[in-house]
């Protein structure tokens, strides 16, 4: 199933699914809310005793997450590590700082309706919110420094290893191989449209394996990550604009500390949002880099050596890898992310590899800014 066509389903009873969690207090409203690409995510507000509650609903889109019950137990084990971490660090406010899955009330983080829709909920973290666009260093420097301190706590989450909820989800590799396929199926006609777009990524196909590779010979380690780093999976205080808490935890998974860091970058110092038309618009911001590895530095004192060398080139690669991955779901006819109108995954990967085409310009101004950060 599509992505559009989960938007065009009938609304849920919302009364009687919100019933089905161990919620206080009595339904009021659902209403939409939030910018993501893959879930279906509504504000509840429900009534305690004259007091409005508000919760997280959620349908997780069983069609990119195969295994929503694998997905939630990763889910349950890293908030309880992060509750368990922060406690010990003396910090007061957890319900803020770390999300509270709520239970269904026969049992288990999940529940599956009679449509078969996978649905969740969790405490709405008041007095913070997003932003889909960068607005100041300060939020960036504040984002990036909640996602390394949310690698940091989660470096000793005991054995067993996490689900992988999407295997292989920045395998640079197996992108390329998976775009290559598209491109030669071209099942939608659309690759001679995309043809400019497909040259750009040929021209650094020879990117994709390098950090692969190095993980494979054992020089970068393999880490407990969030593998969606964006500046909107981090609520800031309404009040402060410190960070609050990391959210969007579908892709927590093991993986390269690199890939978060990458994501950042391809994020944070964009100077548009990603699906921008004006390409005249799209560039890399190097002041936001710089308030970027500031913040992540700041707290990301795991980092070995050869992780720290190959910080500026993550930014390049993920973008790539993005971009590819938009181009792919354009050519197989957008399957995977959600649209609003055509060519919309088209116009995302050209800004991706705008970017790509920025970030190659800056690159030796972003090392030595590492550099910097590192002294």
Same mark, same amino acid.
């Given at each position: ?183 030669? *199926? ?165 800004? *991706? ?8 310009? *800056? ?13």
């Amino acid at each position: 199933m599509s992505n559009e066509q989960t938007d065009k389903q009938a609304a849920p009873d919302f009364a009687a699914l919100v019933d089905l969690f161990a919620i206080t207090g009595d339904f009021v409203s659902a209403v939409r809310h939030g910018s993501g690409h893959i879930n279906d995510t509504y504000k509840v507000t429900c009534d305690l005793a004259g007091q409005p509650v508000h919760y997280i609903l959620q349908r997780i889109n069983h069609t990119i997450f195969k295994d929503p019950a694998a997905l939630m137990e990763n889910i349950q084990r890293v908030t309880a590590h992060l509750r368990t971490k922060l406690q010990a660090a003396g910090v007061s406010d957890l319900a803020r700082r770390a999300l509270t899955v709520i239970p269904a009330r026969a049992g288990g983080p999940v529940l599956r309706d009679a449509a078969g829709q996978w649905w969740r909920m969790y405490v709405f973290v008041e007095r913070a919110r997003t932003f889909d666009k960068v607005e100041t260093e300060q939020q960036v420097c504040e984002a990036a420094r909640a996602f390394a301190q949310f690698q940091c706590l989660l470096a000793d989450l005991p054995a067993p290893r996490l689900h992988d909820t999407i295997p292989n989800f920045h395998n640079a590799v197996l992108r390329l191989a998976t775009l290559r396929d598209a491109i030669a *199926q071209d099942p939608h006609g659309r690759a001679g449209g995309a043809a400019a777009e497909i040259a750009f990524v040929e021209q650094r196909a020879a990117m994709c394996a390098r950090l692969v590779e190095r993980h494979r010979c054992g020089e970068l380690p393999e880490r407990i990550t969030h593998n969606d780093t964006k500046l909107n999976n981090v609520m800031l205080d309404e009040q402060t604009n410190a960070a609050v808490c990391v959210i969007d935890l579908d892709t927590v998974m093991p993986g390269l500390a690199l890939y978060d860091f990458g994501d950042m970058v391809r994020t944070a110092t964009a100077a548009a949002l990603e699906d921008e038309r004006d390409l005249a618009k799209v560039f890399s911001r190097p002041e936001m880099f710089a308030a970027l590895a500031r913040g992540y530095l700041s707290e990301a004192k795991f980092l070995t050596a050869a992780e720290r060398e190959e910080l500026v080139f993550s930014g390049r690669l993920i973008t790539l890898v993005i971009g590819i991955r938009f181009l792919t779901d354009h050519l197989l006819g957008d399957v995977y992310f959600k649209i609003h109108r055509p060519g919309h995954n088209l116009d995302r990967c050209r800004t *991706q590899f705008k970017m790509v085409a920025s970030l190659e310009n *800056q690159s030796e101004a972003m090392e030595q800014i590492v550099k910097d950060c590192l002294k």
